[in-house]
């Protein structure tokens, strides 16, 4: 139950947290990373992953758009 769309992360500041979010009835974090700026990660949606959170500044791309965090 994966989905074909990717999100980019792209860091404008050390420090920017992602963190993978559980499907179910019960929502948990899951997996976590750590960016330095200007590291970019992709990630895509799973069976196990159903929402991403991300802090700290950043660039996000999805088949949507882009937008920035404003932090």
């Known amino acids: 139950m994966s989905s074909n769309d990717f ?3 792209k860091a404008k500041e050390n420090g920017v947290n992602v963190i993978g979010l559980t499907r179910g009835s019960d ?7 750590k960016l330095d700026k ?3 990660m992709i ?3 799973t069976e196990h992953t159903s929402a991403v959170k991300i802090r700290g500044k950043a660039i996000i791309q999805t088949s949507h758009g882009e937008m920035d965090t404003e932090v």
């Open 7 to 9: 999100i980019v992360i």
């Open 27 to 33: 929502t948990r974090f899951h997996h976590s990373e």
């Open 38 to 40: 200007g590291e970019v």
């Open 43 to 45: 990630a895509q949606f």
